[in-house]
């Protein structure tokens, strides 16, 4: 039997300038913190331009662990 190597898993959930949860971010493949940081950062930018805002906040976390929050504006 196999043991599945368990693989860090980062969620982020992207809120508006007044706390409102947004919903989640695509950061799927992140490898590390930095990584993670950065591909919220590329989400956050596209939901902006998306959704026609100009500035949101994204949290990232990995297993309960917080990140620093990711600010994007365009």
Do not use: C
């Not at 950061?27 to 959704?51: H, P, S, V």
């Amino acid at each position: 039997m196999h043991s599945k190597v368990q693989e860090t898993s980062y969620v982020a959930v992207i809120f508006d300038e007044n706390g409102a949860d947004l919903g989640p971010a695509d950061i799927t493949g992140a490898r590390d913190d930095e990584q993670a940081r950065r591909f919220a950062k590329r989400a956050g930018m596209k939901w902006l331009a998306e959704n026609g805002r100009d500035r949101a906040t994204i949290r990232v976390s990995q297993n309960g662990y917080w990140l620093p929050v990711v600010e994007v504006h365009t």
